[in-house]
């Protein structure tokens, strides 16, 4: 096994946008979609999308740290979703779409942490940062449906609509970090 594996988990809004895009980067091993955030067992897609478990849509990237660093992730995370509006991204709204960083250890913490300070007294957006950092609990995979959504359902109007605008800004913004 490669010791230079991390994990990194966030929530942005829909799973599968947030999959699609870190999918896309050099040094990304894997990205699973799921659940976490929330106060109930092994929960189904069906019971998120109610908004009272509590659980974010949410995404775990395995990552190879001497490729992709978790400050990049952090930079791309917030390059490709509006971390200003709360319990939201675009069209879908409820708390299970807040913007989230679950951190697995106080390095991760800390790197959020000085990050959105850091987007705050640069003023990179217009409102304030509402974007939670919260220690990861228990991290539910969702069902295989959700799974590489983007990659086996491009043809979606959800996915030709919501997130190839995202895929076009991460070629435009990211070009040299992207798998080939």
């Not at 539910?140 to 990659?151: C, G, L, M, R, S």
């Amino acid at each position: 096994m490669n010791d230079n594996l991390q994990l990194a988990t966030f929530a942005g809004g829909c799973f599968w946008c947030t999959e699609a895009v870190f999918n896309r980067f050099k040094g990304v091993e894997r990205v699973v979609s799921g659940y976490t955030g929330g106060h109930i067992k092994n929960p189904a897609y069906r019971e998120i999308c109610t908004g009272r478990t509590g659980h974010a849509e949410a995404i775990q990237i395995m990552y190879d740290e001497s490729i992709i660093s978790y400050k990049e992730l952090l930079e791309i995370f917030f390059a490709t979703h509006d971390p200003t509006t709360l319990n939201r991204q675009g069209n879908d709204v409820g708390t299970q779409y807040r913007s989230s960083i679950f951190y697995s250890n106080d390095n991760q913490k800390e790197k959020a942490t000085d990050f959105i300070s850091y987007l705050e007294k640069e003023n990179i957006f217009n409102k304030a940062i509402t974007t939670e950092i919260v220690e990861l609990g228990v991290f539910y995979h969702a069902e295989d449906n959700h799974q590489d959504y983007y990659n086996l359902n491009e043809e979606q109007p959800y996915c030709q609509y919501v997130i190839n605008p995202k895929i076009k800004k991460l070629k435009e913004n990211f070009s040299n970090k992207l798998k080939k």
